[in-house]
């Protein structure tokens, strides 16, 4: 038990951070136009219909 206290987690923080360093850096070598945050589109918000829902429009 305490070698993975003392190695395997450690380990596996480090490799987490190390994913995370690299995905926000892959930013820099992106084109301008790919490293902005996507555009948000309006589109109309679709419900599940519920069985209330279902024998309210079937009459």
């Known amino acids: ?3 993975i206290r003392q190695y395997i987690a450690p380990l596996l923080v480090l490799l987490v951070f190390l994913v995370a ?3 926000v850096s892959a930013r820099i070598f992106l084109p301008a136009d790919m490293a902005a945050p996507a555009p948000i589109e309006e589109t109309g918000v679709i419900l599940p219909a519920t069985s209330v829902d279902f024998f309210t429009f079937s009459k």
Request: charged fraction near 0%; proline fraction near 0%.
């Open 21 to 23: 360093l690299v995905a």
């Open 1 to 3: 038990m305490a070698i």
